[in-house]
């Protein structure tokens, strides 16, 4: 039933809608809302690909195909479940309010092409809301992701570990202009003689 479904609204306890395209973008289901400030249960969408969304919760226990997940711009505390995490390729969670911990949280995302983890939210900032991603455990962790192309660590208090990226690496981004007193700020030059 699933695939007969070219647009739905989705309205589970959320204050506004939400829309499924099973078009978009590889034949695969597509949910996307903007200012979703609850939960939002995808349990029963087994086939959806691609997430993007802004909730405080995320539930993808049921998710075995993701291969995208961008959750920028939300207010997520942890890193969901991912069931099969080896098959996401592409993991976009700036601009959120994770607690301070290390990167080895990502390290189980192996065929990872883009990991975008900083924050650029001066207005959030300011509020003490962003992503605390430390210089514990550094970069290190990192280094098994064979296939990153792309990394964004913007304004987060990373300051190790740039000799341990994959060489597979194309492009990091590194901006501390939105947040002065980061850690990252005493380590831009080790990562310029890098890149």
Not at 68 to 88: A, F
Not at 93 to 120: A, M, T, V
Not at 163 to 186: A, F, M, Q, V
Request: charged share 25%; glycine share 4%; aromatic share 10%.
């Amino acid at each position: 039933m699933d695939n007969e479904i070219k647009e739905t609204e989705i309205t589970p306890c959320i204050p506004a809608q939400a829309y499924l395209d099973h078009n978009y973008p590889k034949n695969g289901t597509y949910i996307s809302k903007q200012g979703l400030e609850s939960s939002l249960d995808l349990s029963d969408f087994t086939n959806l690909e691609e997430l993007s969304n802004q909730l405080t919760t995320l539930d993808l226990s049921n998710l075995e195909q993701l291969e995208s997940l961008y959750c920028s711009d939300n207010c997520l505390t942890q890193m969901p479940y991912i069931p099969n995490p080896e098959q996401l390729v592409s993991l976009t969670i700036s601009n959120n309010n994770f607690p301070s911990q290390d990167l080895s949280i990502f390290s189980q995302f192996r065929n990872l092409e883009w990991l975008e983890i900083g924050k650029d939210e001066r207005e959030m900032i300011k509020q003490g809301i962003y992503n605390r991603f430390t210089f514990a455990g550094s970069l290190k962790s990192l280094k098994n992701l064979t296939k990153l192309k792309g990394l964004n660590i913007s304004n987060t208090d990373i300051n190790s570990g740039v000799e341990y990226l994959p060489d597979s690496l194309e492009r990091i981004y590194y901006n501390t202009n939105d947040r002065s007193t980061c850690k990252l700020g005493e380590y831009k030059g080790q990562i310029d003689k890098y890149f």
